[in-house]
């Protein structure tokens, strides 16, 4: 395992590292406290939908720590990103979403929920390696008016974990500053997660000529609910993703092809 040596001589095992050999080796920890981890993390029980009624539950009822404990298991014994925002976290709110159509979770249960996973998000974020000075950058964010911030986090985390230097610039951005955004930065990947989209033809409209720019330099990925069939086959892209490991899929090809000499 890399180590750095501080100013004493020591050997320091950095808390990413250390989290990175856990997950790889699905090594069961005893106390998972010591590396700033949530309490009763890594043991690493419990099925993929046991998780999801775990998940649900703590979600609802406002059970931080459980949720937690639900999302860093399934983390700490190696699931990947993806996985766990399409099988685990995508299928909770889905599930929440029905509870409240039927009845039987309130509106602010909703808001609540989302609140927490964004805590969880952004501690998960901070336990991922840094990426390295030459990962490829990513940018990206939601259109105008749309409010989700779940799916573009969780897009950003996916795409870090695998070596991006990705960055989620938030949500509900018109695209005139998606495009000085683009102009400033030049990623070489930019997603777009619409989730929402009040005025679906002015979009694709905008998204076009933002498309028509910037298309020859930049893979422009698009994803989410809002991005109805037929509303895609009037759009040019990379890539559409209905799920976030289909984005890992390809962003993992972009960045070897980049890596080739010839590219
Ligand atoms: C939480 C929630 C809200 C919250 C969001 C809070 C926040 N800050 O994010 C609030 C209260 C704001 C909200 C508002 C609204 N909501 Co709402 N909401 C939900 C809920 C319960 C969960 C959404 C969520 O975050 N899911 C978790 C994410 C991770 O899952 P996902 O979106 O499916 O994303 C997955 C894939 O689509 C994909 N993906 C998504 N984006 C991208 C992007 C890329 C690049 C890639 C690669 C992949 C990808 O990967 C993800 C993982 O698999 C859903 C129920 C549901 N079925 O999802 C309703 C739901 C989406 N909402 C709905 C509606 C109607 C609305 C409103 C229009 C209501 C209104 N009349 O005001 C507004 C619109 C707000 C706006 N202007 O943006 C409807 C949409 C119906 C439809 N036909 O599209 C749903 C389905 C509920 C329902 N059954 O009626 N909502």
Redesign the pocket.
Known sequence: MPTEKTRGGHRRISAAELVGCIRGRRIQVADATVLGLPCGTGDGVGTADRAVDTLTRGLVEGDEVLCRRAVFDRFLSGDRMSEI???L??R???R???L??QGEAE?YQ??R???I??RILSEIRGVLPSPDAEAPLAL?A?PL????????S??EI?LREIGWNAESLG??LPFVALETAVQRHRPPLF??????L?DPESFVEQYETFFDSHHRDVAI??????LSESLRHRMRYA??????E??ASFADALARAMRQPNS
Do not use: K, N
Not at 145 to 152: A, E, S
Not at 221 to 226: C, K, N, P, Q, T
Not at 239 to 244: E, I, N, V
């Open positions: 925002g399409d099988r976290i995508a909770t709110f889905h929440i979403g029905q409240w159509e509106v909703e808001r929920a989302t609140e996973m964004r990206g939601t008016g749309d409010h989700f911030c779940l799916p573009t969780l897009v996916v949500i509900s997603w777009i997660s619409a989730s929402y009040g990925v698009v994803g989410g609910r809002a890539a559409f993703c209905d799920r976030l289909h984005l």
